[in-house]
Nanobody, 122 residues
Framework: QVELVESGGGLVQPGGSLRLSCLASGSGLSIYYMGWYRQAPGKQREFIARISSGGTRNYADSVKGRFTISGDNAKKTVYLQMSSLKPEDTAVYYC????????????????WGQGTQVTVSS
């Protein structure tokens, strides 16, 4: 069983910063990508950023230059450093992992965290 646990959300003023963390747990995990999505009220879940096990990073245009994703393979943890936050960044942020689980067959599976609320408001 794979579990993703996020932390670090909260309330921040416009222009402020927050750091989100996500820890993946479970035995026999081979992580291909870990990343972040977000969902604002009334909107679809959207891709924010991801990092591969080799360190390749991808970002949505809306966060480039403001958000930085990093990871620690040994700790199976991914971080999202968010700076210059705007009210439109307000959303529930979800951790995502693309993994292979030993003994679960040859394919890869997607897992999601429970989400952490980020609110940007004065």
């Amino acid at each position: 069983q794979v579990e993703l646990v996020e932390s670090g959300g909260g309330l921040v003023q416009p222009g402020g910063s927050l750091r989100l963390s996500c820890l993946a747990s479970g035995s026999g995990l081979s992580i291909y990508y870990m990343g972040w999505y977000r969902q604002a009220p009334g909107k679809q879940r959207e891709f924010i950023a991801r990092i591969s096990s080799g360190g390749t990073r991808n970002y949505a245009d809306s966060v480039k230059g403001r958000f930085t994703i990093s990871g620690d393979n040994a700790k199976k943890t991914v971080y999202l450093q968010m700076s210059s936050l705007k009210p439109e960044d307000t959303a529930v942020y979800y951790c995502h992992a693309d993994v292979h689980v030993a003994g679960a067959g040859p394919g890869r599976d997607n897992y999601w965290g429970q989400g952490t609320q980020v609110t940007v408001s004065s």
